[in-house]
């Protein structure tokens, strides 16, 4: 149980255009999910914080403006990046953890498969 | 704030090697620990966590003891395989945030 499934798994689009990432909590409800963006060498980077039925929380230093993010149901978070550039050529990952009225803490996170994302 | 340091890598080993994988942290309150992995083009999974002081995590032969006294959660590994290469984040999060702060992650290679 607890799967995420991301998609797609590696998309290429042209510098200018924008691009949507999506991720799904399969077999449990979410109303919260993180999005993550790894760097070549491994680190990850929290992006932001995917609120259901609310604004995103971002992270300092990430564009608000530039990776759009909605919540629109439990299981759904998606994140586009709008008019993407070289530089945002990275491999984005998202998470979710099981909701069970408990403190969350000891809940662990469950990660999709991420996407890779080439702009050319 | 909460950190996580945890050895920079790579790491390289030959099959059957002995695995240490340092990780230390600073939290408020009583964080829990975790151990995740992530294989070559994946996401990342739960590979075992610990909630509280001298609890032992373990999963696929490896282990993590949550040292209070000593802030830390090492990951060991008894005999490794060339499957085991991968990268390993520690991680905690810790009152009741939703947010879970990760190390800088450790690559593995286990040679054959």
């Known amino acids: 149980g607890a799967v995420v499934s991301q998609h797609p798994s590696r998309v290429i689009c042209k510098s200018g255009t924008s691009v949507k990432i999506e991720c799904r909590s399969l077999d449990f409800q979410a109303t919260t999910m993180f999005w993550y963006r790894q760097f070549p060498k491994q680190s990850l980077m929290l992006m932001a914080t995917?609120?259901?039925?609310?604004?995103?929380?971002?992270e300092q230093g990430v564009e608000k403006d530039k990776f759009l993010i909605n919540h629109a149901s439990l299981t759904l978070s998606t994140l586009t990046v709008t008019s993407a550039h070289p530089e945002d050529s990275s491999f984005y990952i998202c998470?979710?953890?099981?909701?069970?009225?408990?403190?969350?803490?000891?809940?662990?996170?469950?990660f999709g498969n991420g996407t890779r994302l080439t702009v050319t | 704030g909460n950190s996580v340091t945890q050895m920079e890598g790579p790491v390289t080993l030959s099959e059957e090697a002995f695995l240490t994988i340092n990780c230390t942290y600073t939290a408020t309150g009583y964080p829990s620990l975790f151990w995740y992995v992530q294989y070559p083009g994946e996401g990342l999974q739960l590979l075992l966590k610990a909630t509280k002081a001298d609890d032992k995590g373990s999963n696929k032969g490896f282990e993590a003891t949550y040292r209070k006294e000593t802030t830390s959660f090492h990951l060991e590994k008894g005999s490794v395989q060339v499957s085991d290469s991968a990268v390993y984040f520690c991680a905690l999060n810790s009152g009741g945030y939703q947010k879970v702060t990760f190390g800088i992650g450790t690559k593995l290679q286990v040679i054959p």
């Open positions: 998470s979710a953890r099981v909701e069970t009225g408990v403190p969350p803490f000891n809940s662990p996170l469950h």
């Open positions: 995917s609120n259901e039925g609310s604004k995103a929380t971002y």
